[in-house]
């Protein structure tokens, strides 16, 4: 038996994972990225001339931010998800079942992979649209945070998803039900303040909402809340469900029987 | 003596049906051991719950001393499994996969292994091939290429043959020999019962969950059927002495006559010389295992 480094099983499904997402980049990035500068395209060709959100700020230039923030958490969640679901269906899971990875190893590789390719989309989204309308960046410090914040949580979202998935067809559910209603009605388009009242309050629970709105506050000193409340709120929510997945894992709920 | 593998009252259950009764099986070092049982008999579930891709509902399981549950990680490192479905990762090249294998087991600078593994498995030439580019029996040596990266005392392989060519099961045989001559022990499941009597020194036989019959190979041989002899007399029939070992109903003139052991063979001899019969055909037919099991699967 040879000797082992502390932690190298960490650090090997973390470059698997990233390996894996950087060797199909057209689907993985660049898809996302172009879906996104569409979104721009479009909708700023309708909207600009009819609609200003925050003042001094045009739309196409609020819309940037959201759209960043909105291909981050769908990319996060794909990755660990998507990756997870494949090894189940085609078997290759028991790569990692086998060797002696503790289960918090397991979910930091697959949620800091996740995050990276979150943030890789997410700068992608705002570089490119950086081309057609210039965005300030007033506290980059706050939108690292909620990048990060949002990536984590839906990288380990993606991780509860392909665990309890058992097939292609309940995690498009979880997707197409969960996650994109989510992220399109937490005001990726729009401030929460155009709502009529009762909207307002239902989005004041929608958590991705404070990703969106403490992520836009990075780039123009402006949001429909503070932004510490939505670091606290998104935060809570992270640790929370990191706790309950890291949980899952120490379990082996539906991995190990 | 430390066992390689220790097995202590395991149970398991799948809702209502019971995949492990109680199963106790202490497996030497260095040994080769044949675990076998027909289709549902509990050997992958066995194999599993070792592994750590299953829990037992009941009992202790040690892999070179290390308790699978709570010393987990000791146990996964002392383990290398081929396991009997043919899954591969189809992001990755043959190397790329086999350096990602072995850094899960904490091996970052490992490439002399590796290469010297793939050399043995004749994987050298495929290095840099994706995965999906191989064939079946090449996707299984890398099966293989992966339960030994990290160098494990205990090899455990779960038909490891099943849909290979001749060509690459003798290769195969060749290589898990030479490592069970290195001193790793190594634990195999078939349904080729000529390979498990062959390699074999010892063989554990499970049905229904429960372990029906634990032994050396030789003793199982032995043991549970005896010998039989074909003959073919040159004028007369078959004397009256002789007529309750007549096995089945002679066809073209020849007897087959069930032997409980090789001493009989002398006894039947000598009835024939004191009758003044010539035998102008005999052939000995020894038992092997395969009769050996489906004896035991009928009789338990």
């Known amino acids: ?257 | 003596m430390q066992h390689a593998i220790e097995i202590r009252g395991v149970s398991k259950a799948y809702g209502n049906v019971r995949a492990l009764a109680d199963i106790d099986l202490d497996i030497p070092e260095g040994e080769f051991f044949a675990l076998l049982g027909p289709n549902g008999a509990g050997k992958t579930t066995l194999i599993s719950i070792l592994a750590g891709l299953a829990r037992a509902d009941a009992g202790r399981l040690k892999v070179m001393g290390h308790d699978v549950a709570t010393d987990y990680r000791g146990a996964r490192r002392s383990l290398g499994v081929v396991p009997q479905e043919l899954v591969f990762d189809p992001f990755f090249t043959v190397r790329e996969t086999l350096q990602f294998q072995s850094g899960y087991f904490g091996l970052g600078r490992n490439d002399a292994w590796i290469d010297e593994v793939m050399a043995r498995l004749d994987l050298t030439n495929r290095a840099d091939f994706n995965m999906r580019a191989l064939s079946g029996g090449m996707k299984r040596r890398v099966l293989v290429a992966q339960a030994l990266v990290h160098k494990p005392p205990v090899i455990i392989l779960d038909e490891p043959t099943a849909g290979v060519d001749v060509e690459l099961r003798q290769g195969l045989w060749q290589f898990i020999r030479q490592l069970n001559g290195d001193g790793h022990t190594i634990v195999l499941t078939t349904h080729y019962l000529d390979e498990a009597e062959a390699l074999c020194s010892r063989v554990g036989m499970l049905k229904q969950g429960k372990l029906v019959a634990l032994d050396s190979t030789h003793n199982l041989l032995k043991g549970y059927s005896g010998a039989q002899l074909r003959l073919r007399l040159a004028h007369g029939v078959l004397p009256e002495p002789l007529m309750p070992l007549v096995a089945a109903v002679p066809t073209n003139g020849e007897y087959l006559l069930a032997l409980r052991d090789y001493a009989e063979v002398e006894t039947v001899l000598g009835v024939l010389r004191k009758n003044g019969l010539v035998v102008v055909f005999m052939e000995l037919e020894q038992p092997d295992l395969e009769e050996v099991f489906v004896e035991i699967m009928r009789r338990d």
């Not at chain 1, 909620?146 to 949580?153: E, I, M, N, R, V």
């Not at chain 1, 836009?216 to 990191?242: E, H, K, M, T």
């Open chain 1, 1 to 257: 038996m040879l000797k082992s480094a502390p932690m190298a099983g960490f650090s090997t499904l973390f470059r698997k994972e990233i390996t894996r997402f950087w060797k199909v980049s057209f689907q993985t990035i660049l898809a996302p990225v172009l879906t996104a500068l569409l979104y721009l395209l479009i909708f700023s060709h309708v909207l600009e001339q009819h609609v200003q959100v925050y003042p001094g700020v045009r739309y196409t230039a609020f819309l940037v931010p959201g759209l960043a923030m909105m291909s981050l958490l769908q990319n996060s969640f794909a990755n660990s998800s998507s990756s997870l679901i494949q090894s189940k269906i085609t078997g290759n899971i028991i790569f990692v079942l086998l060797p002696p990875l503790s289960h918090f190893e397991f979910f930091s590789a697959y949620v800091l992979a996740s995050a990276v390719r979150g943030v890789v989309v997410g700068f992608g989204v705002f570089a490119i649209t950086s081309i057609f309308v210039p965005v300030p960046v007033q506290s980059p410090l706050w939108v690292l945070l909620f990048a990060l914040l949002g990536s984590g949580l839906l990288g380990t979202l993606g991780i509860v998803a392909g665990i309890w998935a058992d097939k292609f067809d309940q995690l498009a559910a979880f997707q197409n039900f969960i996650i994109i209603p989510l992220t399109f009605l937490s005001g990726v388009f729009y401030s929460i303040h155009s709502l009529p009242t009762f909207w307002q309050e239902v989005s004041h629970f929608n958590p991705f909402f404070y990703m969106i709105d403490g992520f836009r506050y990075g780039f123009f000193g402006v949001s429909d809340v503070s932004p510490r409340l939505s670091v606290a709120i998104v935060g809570g929510c992270l640790l929370a469900l990191s706790f309950a997945t890291l949980s899952l894992l120490k379990r082996g709920y539906k991995l190990r029987n």
